[in-house]
């Protein structure tokens, strides 16, 4: 479960001041539910998913992850909570399996609990032709499956997957929108940031459409098309976000 | 729970620093075969130039002295000189080094010196140039030799006693030990090195836990772990620290070891009665790591802070450069011969430690001033890693855009 209320992160900027990259989001994702964050660039995606993995403190807000106040216990939440993003890599001189194991002692797990809980996941991933390989020779794919070994090897009941499928070819991310399916069936509260509208159309059961900062609609496919009169998601996106979309600066 | 996670950071880095080439060399290979290299190649190559030059007559020129036949024949007779013939740029020669000096004996000279008159003797050099140096020692022997046995032959004629000349000899004698002077003369150097080897392998691994850790994209992984930050940052540090001990440790025994091959072998050929040879003791050594301690605690912690602002490891090397010089620059001022350790330079940091550790070299142990250095080093120290663990929390440092 994620409750997030009117969270808010400001930045400060040198040439530009202040910046309100989230204002006053709130909304709730619910277990065996796969929520998704659409949004342009620079709509506030990241930095909303980073505040829920407690990467980034809020400004303002709370937001209540898996039972715990993402400022009053982060680790806590950190503890519950399963992160995947573009920029998580793994650390490129260390194998596949140990990457898991550290991630999994971090977690506070047993050798002996750890020692099963990565060989059911290397199993299922079906991982164990390169679990001794170091990360910087492993393939995108391996990598991939690495990374999402890496999210679950502590059984977290939130997932946080910030545009997990950026750069990575048709069948890698197959393999990733699989899981997301796969943990939302294991009935893990799942939260995914993108831009690309056929994956939120295939896989969210809500839809958030953010942008400037601001969460401007809300609601399932279904809903989204009888507000807004539109079939085609992207439609329905361009006719929520044109009246306050304004381009993102150059290159920050 | 804390200090295990501490622990699990800290053998976690520690594997990836032990697989990567660039610390491996920086860390462990460079002071290893750094101090073999300086002492005794150096060393050999000293003794090598300084023996040559021994061996080696020096060309000098002989300006008149064609009414004076007694010691213009001295001076040909000495084995460590060749006369060559004179000419009158003998100042262009000394300048160019073809010649290594010119004796000029005025006119007159040996009837000058039979009657009385007292003449003088100029000898041109190239002040500075230790050939040059050497060659007017040279000729001021024989000279001294030519006057000496002119005054016995003077005494004698009057049946007076050598004595006469000399009532009195001089003599100089070394009271202090072998050790002590080795520690005099060498200790500033291996200050130095102790020094700048604790920063030596604290900076790469500062940089790649870091800097290194933003640029592979690891941190944003690790910040999603449950681990506090704090933990973190004390598990990174304790590695930087580790590597930076492990390369001062590894100097120490290189740079003893080198001592004792050169003291072993170099016995007998000239080295060990030039050049005297430190035996550092294990006190010694022990002493001068103990003081090393805070002195890489500091630079494990502050070299870490600032590349921790870096978002490139190539950045982080552009930031910690200027720091080399800061660094340096007190830790050749402890070698500077004169300056020595008070109350007032005992506070400024590295310096204090420089001078102390000179003075541990030599045998010198000034409990009071070591008390004192420790603990403003230690103090310095603390702030260093407040400071890190405090930068570590700031969100913009750990995602500067």
Request: charged fraction near 20%; aromatic fraction near 8%.
């Amino acid at each position: 479960m994620i409750e997030v209320q009117n969270l808010s992160k400001h930045f400060r900027d040198k040439k530009r001041g202040e910046i309100r990259a989230v204002d006053g989001v709130s909304f709730r994702c619910q277990p065996g539910q796969i929520y998704g964050l659409l949004g342009a660039n620079g709509a506030g995606k990241t930095t909303t998913l980073r505040m829920l993995a407690t990467i980034l403190e809020p400004s303002a807000g709370t937001a209540v992850v898996a039972g715990h106040d993402v400022v009053d216990h982060p680790e806590r939440v950190r503890a519950n909570v399963g992160f995947l993003s573009t920029a998580t890599a793994l650390y490129p001189r260390l194998t596949a399996r140990e990457v898991v194991q550290y991630f999994g002692r971090l977690n506070g797990l047993s050798d002996a609990v750890l020692r099963q809980r990565v060989d059911k996941i290397f199993d299922r991933l079906d991982m164990n032709g390169f679990r001794d390989r170091r990360c910087d020779k492993l393939s995108t794919g391996m990598k991939q499956k690495t990374s999402i070994a890496r999210t679950l090897v502590h059984d977290p009941a939130v997932m946080i997957f910030d545009e997990p499928t950026l750069g990575l070819d048709i069948m890698t991310a197959r393999t990733i929108t699989a899981f997301i399916r796969e943990c939302r069936d294991l009935g893990k509260t799942v939260i995914f940031s993108t831009h690309i509208m056929s994956e939120v159309e295939k896989l969210c059961d809500v839809i958030g459409i953010i942008q400037g900062g601001k969460l401007l609609a809300e609601g399932s496919l279904e809903e989204l098309r009888a507000k807004y009169g539109e079939r085609d998601l992207e439609e329905i996106f361009v006719k929520v976000v044109a009246p306050h979309y304004v381009p993102p600066p150059e290159a920050n | 729970m804390s200090l295990r996670n501490v622990g699990i950071v800290y053998r976690k880095e520690l594997t990836e620093a032990l697989r990567d080439s660039r610390t491996l060399i920086s860390s462990i290979l460079i002071p290893l075969f750094l101090f073999p290299v300086l002492t005794v190649g150096i060393g050999y190559a000293f003794v090598e130039v300084a023996d040559q030059a021994s061996h080696e007559a020096s060309r000098i020129m002989v300006l008149g002295g064609a009414d004076s036949p007694d010691v213009v024949q001295k001076l040909k007779d000495a084995k460590n000189l060749r006369i060559v013939k004179p000419r009158a740029d003998y100042v262009d020669l000394i300048s160019n080094k073809k010649i290594r000096a010119a004796v000029d004996l005025p006119p007159g000279f040996q009837s000058d010196v039979e009657h009385g008159a007292h003449p003088d003797v100029k000898i041109y050099i190239f002040s500075g140039d230790l050939k040059s140096m050497l060659s007017a020692t040279r000729i001021k022997e024989q000279l001294t030799e030519y006057r000496d046995s002119m005054v016995r032959d003077r005494l004698a004629a009057q049946h007076l006693p050598d004595s006469l000349m000399k009532p009195f000899g001089v003599e100089q004698q070394n009271v202090v030990s072998e050790d002590r002077v080795a520690g005099e003369s060498y200790g500033g150097l291996i200050t130095y090195l102790v020094i700048l080897m604790c920063m030596t392998g604290a900076m790469y691994p500062a940089m790649d836990l870091t800097a290194g850790e933003k640029e592979r994209g690891t941190m944003e992984t690790i910040l999603s772990s449950p681990i506090e930050r704090t933990h973190l940052v004390l598990g990174k540090f304790l590695v930087v620290l580790t590597a930076s001990l492990a390369t001062a440790t590894l100097s120490v025994l290189s740079m003893a070891g080198s001592f004792a091959v050169l003291a072993h072998y170099g016995k007998g050929q000239g080295i060990g009665d030039d050049f005297p040879i430190l035996t550092m003791h294990a006190k010694t050594a022990f002493a001068i790591f103990i003081m090393a301690l805070p002195v890489a605690v500091l630079f494990s912690a502050v070299l870490m802070t600032i590349s921790l602002f870096a978002k490139t490891f190539k950045e982080a090397q552009s930031y910690l450069t200027p720091m080399t010089f800061l660094v340096i620059v007190p830790a050749i001022a402890a070698v500077i011969p004169g300056i020595e350790l008070t109350a007032k330079l005992a506070l400024v940091p590295i310096l204090n430690v420089g001078l102390l550790c000179k003075e541990l070299v030599t045998g010198t142990y000034h409990w009071e001033y070591i008390a004192l250095i420790f603990g403003c080093t230690c103090v310095y120290a603390g702030i260093a890693l407040f400071l890190a663990v405090k930068m570590f929390q700031r969100e913009s440092v750990l995602f500067s855009s």
